[in-house]
Each structure stands twice: as C-alpha cells, then as structure tokens.
C-alpha cells in the first residue's frame, strides 16, 4: 500500500503551479513550427498599476456605504515571451513585478479614519494574442488569459484623528498571516505597436486584470478595530475583498535571438 501523498499548503502550492506553467510554455515552444520559433519575439513592459479591494459584482466598486474606497497608484515591471502559432494567433507568457492595494477612509464628523494597504506579489501570465494589423508600422493586438499571483509582501498603514488625539499603526500584513500566500486572476486586454529601427516594435497596453480569490486571510486573523472603525476591511471579518487591476504599460519587443 503506497504512502499518503504530502499535504501541500496555498503558500507551498504557489510555487509549483508557477513551475508547472513554466514547463507548459517550454513545451508549447517545443511544439511550436520551426518557422514560427525563428519568429519569435521576447519583450519588457512597465509602467502604472491602478489598484483596487473590491468586493461587489461591478468592478471597481465596494459594498460599504459608510467606507470611502479608493483606488491606490503604483508600479509594475515584467518580461514576455511572444511565441506564434500561426500569422495572427500566438502564445505571450509572462513574468512581472507588481504592485496592488487600495485606500479606505470614514470622514466622519466626530473622526476621520483612514487604511492604505500595498502589497506586492510576483505574477505569472499565460495569455493568447491576438494579432490586428493596421497599415504600415502599426499594428493591434488583443489578449486574454489567466494570472497566479504569489504574495511577497504587505503592508496597511492605519491612521485615525478625532477630539481625543490621533493614532498611527503599520501592520506586516504577510509575517502576521492576514495576507493570503497566492491568488488567481482573469486578465484582458488591448494594445498597440509600432515598428521602431529594423526589428524593434514599441507599444502601448492596457489590461483588465480581476482577482477571483479574497486577497485577505479568514475571520481567525482579523486585525482589531484598533482605530474605532469597525467596517474596515479587517476589522470586521470575514473579508471577501478582492483585487480589481488596472495596468497601462509602455512595451518594447526585439526578435528572441536563436543561438
């Protein structure tokens, strides 16, 4: 009788699905024509992250009325690979820093309380594109495809002032397990490029990125409402915030070299 299989957590499980899609994009390549595999491309893309804790149907949108929710800026910066399948259809996986979070804050008259979490993951991608050529040097493209997000850190600044002084707080949201480890995404998207010199293409695009899993951890962790603002998001468990992305990036592809 064989052994029991080992118990994996989310946080060791991360990881390997990150490994595994690695190896399918190897032997998607591996399987890809020859002429194709001379086609393809390898690029950078950076630029602004528009991030946002959601937890209603509508995107972008949070179900507390008494809570302001807004979006947070930060960055992102990753790599791609763009491997063709045939003239207009092809594989773009994908590697990036990213940067998400959002603001909370209750102006109320007799206080204003106020949360801001960053947090930062590492994101794999695998998308299929689209191709649409203009005219000329330009050309469009659409993409579509899932996400895995791995948790590197977290953070929540909690500041609250009222008649009897004021409060400051910051919370490792990770070390305290308040965070969860990994999350899955859907993403979508539109860009354009431009053909610069004799191989290179720069580019515009702007994508749709929703997470499908609570980015916070259950009831069990919740923070405490140290601020008196018992609706905020980990105050008041369990939370079912989500993240809502938004990322605008400038993009810059060569020809892979072959060697």
Known sequence: MLPPAPFRSPAQAAPVVLLLMGACLLAA?????RAAAQDAR????TGPTFGFLSDGAIPFTEGRRTTNANPRLDLHA???LLIPLTDAYALQPELSY????????QPLSERYSVERYRLSYVQGLMLGRRAFPIRGRLSAHAVAGLSVDVALGGTVQR???SARGAFADRINLLDDDHLRRWDVGLVVGAGLEYGIGATGRLGFALRYNPGLRSVFAGSENALGPSTNAEVFPLSA?????RHDVVTASLTYTAPLPLF
Do not use: C, W, Y
């Open 237 to 241: 468990p369990p939370s079912t915030l």
């Open 29 to 33: 390549g591996s399987m890809a024509p």
């Open 159 to 161: 500041d609250a002032r």
């Open 78 to 80: 990753g790599a791609f």
């Open 98 to 105: 990213i940067q998400k979070g959002g603001h909370f804050s």
């Open 42 to 45: 390898v690029g950078l893309r």
